[in-house]
């Protein structure tokens, strides 16, 4: 089992950023890659980004430039930097970890853009 803990979320302004993080405890070895998805009402979960243990990354396309994806081996956590915010970025992030063809994931966190 991997347990995943999100912190970070919060209201901003529009061209805003915040800094998501996710503690990451439990079976952690063999995690194939860890990233962060987001969810809006009335839409499906998509892709935030996502890095690998090798340290490759993948961004959505509407995020790419602007957020920045980090893990922190030592300490077991993810990050997520999201700058110049968009009131289209609003939604619960949830952190994701990927082990053994086995998602698992945080009870997430909300970020709201708005002014």
């Known amino acids: 089992q991997v347990q995943l803990v999100e912190s970070g979320g919060g209201l901003v302004q529009p061209g805003g950023s915040l800094r998501l993080s996710c503690a990451a405890s439990g079976s952690i070895f063999r995690l194939v890659a860890m990233g962060w998805y987001r969810q809006s009402p009335g839409k499906q979960r998509e892709l935030v980004a996502r890095?690998?243990?090798?340290?490759?990354?993948t961004y959505g396309d509407s995020v790419k430039g602007r957020f920045a994806i980090s893990k922190d081996n030592a300490n077991n956590a993810l990050y997520l930097q999201m700058n110049s915010l968009k009131p289209e970025d609003t939604a619960v992030y949830y952190c994701?970890?990927?082990?053994?063809?086995?998602?698992?994931w945080g009870q997430g966190t909300q970020v709201t853009v708005s002014s």
């Open positions: 890095i690998t243990s090798g340290g490759s990354t």
């Open positions: 994701n970890a990927l082990r053994d063809s086995v998602n698992y």
